[in-house]
């Protein structure tokens, strides 16, 4: 079978080293990236240092606004797929880039898989979930991480052809582990001790662009008293700068890094303050308390196990739970078993 596989952003770059090498054991993978994310730190070394196979077609994207950037994606694509013809067009998560590549498959009658699906955060307002509900109905293979979304496809209709492989991410962090433990140098080139700093990231957009959210996370941040590594994502960076908004001594402000950095720094830390959904899936995986600044999750399991709390960008909150927030539960298998590339491959193969 020749599977063509769809990857834009630094998620799908993960999730496609855990499945990528286990697909091509048995069948014939085109791999494309979008470009969607092009910053060499936020792209290249994900292919080099997880030993990602090279991109077969780069469509160099770039940023832009939602239609541009997936209409773009979606001309590109369509050539890619007449010229390739593939049987089965593989995408993954929630971006502009899992959309296009369904979209375009869907319109040229080329089966699509959709790993990660059935996550609903039952906002509507956030691109991230327009793409999940739109991907998931053009969808022929829907492959769940957890229970949750298996009962989501179930109330809107879908119920053939859903499997529930568990996540391809614990997958990946079980398998980089150990790789990820040989960077601890990094926390001496930062100037932190284990299990002596809070983890941040920010990088999503109903944060960043609006001032008023991005300063109560700030004033947060700069005022929790704690040492604070914060790698810096572009478009944060951008608008910290358009706003007039800096950080205190507190915070350690670092360039973005690759994985298997992300993964030791979060494996060192003390908790993980973020807006990220990957993100805080990996502070479940490595038993760490999660405080998430946004208004939803599409993680539930991970707040009802007791492991994540949903503050929204409200600054008291962001405060309170960073000094007072330890989980009191003993953690759940909610993520399956650590081989969903395996049972992804079962099922292609049937």
Not at 63 to 79: A, F, R, V, Y
């Amino acid at each position: 079978m020749k599977i063509l596989t769809v990857v834009g952003a630094r998620p799908q770059f993960i999730k496609a080293a855990a499945v990528s090498n286990i697909i091509r054991k048995e069948h014939q993978e085109v791999l494309v990236h979008t470009g969607q994310h092009y910053d060499e730190n936020m792209s290249k070394v994900f292919f080099d240092e997880l030993k990602i196979p090279k991109p077969d077609y780069n469509l160099e994207v770039g940023s832009g606004n939602h239609g541009h950037q997936t209409g773009t994606m979606l001309i590109k694509l369509e050539e890619i797929y007449q010229k390739e013809n593939p049987d089965l067009v593989l995408v993954y998560g929630d971006t502009n880039s899992t959309l296009a590549g369904a979209l375009c498959a869907s319109k040229l009658l080329i089966p699509v898989a959709h790993i990660e699906a059935g996550l609903r955060s039952f906002n509507k307002n956030m691109p991230e979930e327009q793409n999940r509900i739109l991907t998931d109905h053009i969808s022929k293979y829907l492959f769940v991480p957890t229970i949750s979304a298996v009962n989501n496809l179930n109330n809107e209709g879908i119920k053939n052809s859903v499997y529930n492989v568990g996540d391809v991410m614990f997958d990946a962090v079980l398998n980089f582990k150990k790789l990820a433990k040989q960077k601890d140098i990094i926390l001496d080139q930062i100037g932190v001790e284990k299990d002596k700093f809070i983890l941040t990231t920010i990088h999503r957009a109903e944060n960043t662009n609006d001032i008023n959210r991005l300063k109560n996370i700030v004033q947060a941040l700069n005022e929790c008293g704690k040492n604070v590594v914060l790698p810096l994502h572009p478009r944060t960076k951008k608008y910290m700068s358009d706003y007039g908004l800096s950080f205190n001594k507190n915070i350690k402000v670092i360039e973005p890094i690759g994985y298997l950095e992300m993964i030791n720094l979060e494996m060192n830390s003390e908790k993980i303050v973020t807006d990220s959904g990957g993100v805080q899936k990996e502070a479940f995986f490595m038993k760490k308390p999660c405080i998430t600044m946004r208004d939803e999750t599409e993680w539930v399991e991970t707040v009802e196990n007791g492991w994540n709390r949903v503050v929204g960008t409200d600054k008291s909150k962001i405060l309170d739970n960073i000094i007072n927030f330890y989980p009191q539960n003993q953690q759940e298998e909610i993520f399956g078993d650590g081989h969903a590339a395996e049972k992804i491959l079962e099922v292609l193969n049937l």
